[in-house]
């Protein structure tokens, strides 16, 4: 089955630790993005990519980093500088030429 | 006005009831419109797609008024499988051919037997 893959489903972070987070997709889409989303808010974009080797950042993203190196595949880093990273991340993608974005089913992170 | 902003809710609905969910926008150059349905503690899933004046799937009328900046979303005999969160997401272009997608905070549904 086609779709996108996000793992793990939870994860827990300590203090002064980064953590990655996993996004692969098999809909050979060209963009992908990671969104955030706290209790109560709307989705905010932290990073996003449109081709490989190429990604723009979103409106929130200091603290994460990510990297693009296959197209299937758009990880991202929560690293020690995001203070509050608490939140459930959900990667989505979008096919060339079109407007509707596919989500994963997200990533609850939380910090020990 | 913020860019996407829905009727804050929580909307608590007998089964059969007709709910209507408003939506308002401020960049009136946004080009697309969406509404996605988010259950709980899961991810979004597109309900609803609307690039003119409106879009009808069963129970479901999108309408969307360009002059006043405004989508709404009408459930119709509402069930007890809609409760769930629906969010009002607006695509507009960035900057250059890109485009980005901006999210409404979202209105819960819940549908009492």
């Known amino acids: 089955d086609g779709g996108i893959t996000q793992s793990p489903k939870y994860l827990f972070r300590k203090e002064g630790q980064n953590v990655t987070l996993s996004c692969e997709q098999n809909?050979?889409?060209?963009?992908m993005y990671w969104y955030r989303q706290d209790p109560g808010q709307g989705l905010r974009l932290i990073y996003y990519?449109?081709?490989?080797?190429?990604?723009q950042k979103g409106d929130i993203a200091e603290g994460y980093s990510v990297s693009r190196e296959k197209k299937e595949s758009f990880p991202l880093t929560v690293t020690s500088a995001q203070k509050n990273p608490t939140a459930f991340y959900l990667c989505a993608s979008l096919p060339g030429g079109g407007d509707i974005q596919y989500f994963g089913a997200g990533t609850r992170l939380s910090v020990l | 006005r913020k860019e996407v902003e829905q009727d804050p809710g929580p909307f608590n609905v007998p089964e059969g009831a007709t709910v209507a969910f408003n939506c308002t926008y401020s960049n009136s150059a946004s080009q697309s419109f969406f509404w996605y349905r988010q259950d709980c503690r899961k991810e979004p899933k597109l309900l609803m797609s609307v690039y003119s004046s409106g879009n009808e799937d069963g129970r479901f009328t999108a309408q969307l008024n360009r002059a006043s900046q405004y989508i709404s979303l009408l459930i119709r005999d509402s069930k007890l499988s809609d409760s769930a969160t629906y969010l009002c997401v607006v695509n507009s272009r960035s900057g250059g051919s890109n485009y980005k997608l901006t999210f409404g905070k979202g209105t819960l549904l819940t549908v009492n037997p």
């Open positions: 990519s449109q081709i490989v080797n190429d990604f």
């Open positions: 809909l050979n889409h060209d963009a």
